[in-house]
């Protein structure tokens, strides 16, 4: 005779058990379509701006850091990383100038900016952030989200136990947010700021919950920044629908690549800094007026925006914002612009020069397109 298992315990709600474990299922690969990690990059992997940077701005792809003080820094890419992770990199922040006591308005952050199209499909749910860390100083750190106008804060604190010890991290937070102004479109959606020290502009003792102001950072905030030397590392990000932190999505190289170069792009191999005079421009075909040729920059990627492009001359002659162009005997440098026929596909450009009417010349340089949030 066949029983089910409700016959013999029927105290059991087999159907909310199944019913579990397929919310965890699609949970743990993003609701059957995959791409449940909702931060681009977040193993670091991609870096295409160079791999050492100090001053504010983007780092790897889709990280910036930024500080107010006298604190200097230096941040790049780490080949350290905890040996439970599957990543070959982590992202860090060396001290090069301490400053023990921090002013009020004095911060050090790394940031993450979502694209609003990005945020929306989350929107009313939670949300669960991991991430491994790893500190000279322990203590009590923060995780700060917020809106791009910075009317709306939630903050969140962890615990570095040991210090230069590897450990995980697992925030939940809840976009049921009221009130404020909030981007659902291709401008700054949401900031994620991971707190390394901050003065009391920007701190809140207000935890786990929304408030309207622009804080990131808890009363108890640790500071990273009082002693040359110290270094902060944090490595396989991720920001996932639901309350239950996944193992790490880890998308293949080409297409996390792909999903950076919609806000940055550039004509070099993806390990290459920009730079002038770097060697294997591309050749692009020009038609010429008398004193312009013209060519049409078409990226692999469409932008999220019309993006500001910069030209690097190539090794073989010019200076910066110069392209060569070829005249049937010698390379020539000329001052390379952007059209008015441009957008978020392709860039016509101009390089001047003496040209002869309606001939063909070939055009060479390298170039970025910048369409970051």
Known sequence: MTRNISDLYPQLNTQSIFDDRIDTYQ???????????????????????????????????????AKNGTMAANVGLSGQVPLESGCNYSLYWQVTTAQESLGVSNYGVFEYMMEGYDLRPLVGKAVTLSFWVKSDVAGTYSVGIGNASGGMSWVSEYSINTADTWQKVVLTFQLNYSGGTWNYDNTLGLVIYFCLGSGSTHQTSSLDAWQSNFVFASSNQTSLFGTVGNVFRITEVQLEEGSIATTFEQRPIGIELELCQRYYEKSLDFNVTPANGLPYSPYLPAMAGASDAYTTIVYKVCKRVNPTITFYPPDIVGDTGQWAYYNGSSWTAGNASVLSRTNKEQTSIVVSGSYTVRDAYLLTGHWTADSEL
């Not at 909702?38 to 504010?56: A, P």
């Open 27 to 65: 949970q743990s690969i993003g609701g059957f379509g995959g791409f449940r990690n909702k931060v681009i990059n977040g193993n670091f992997n991609i870096w295409q701006r160079g791999t050492t940077f100090t001053t504010n701005g983007y780092t790897a792809d889709r990280f910036r850091f």
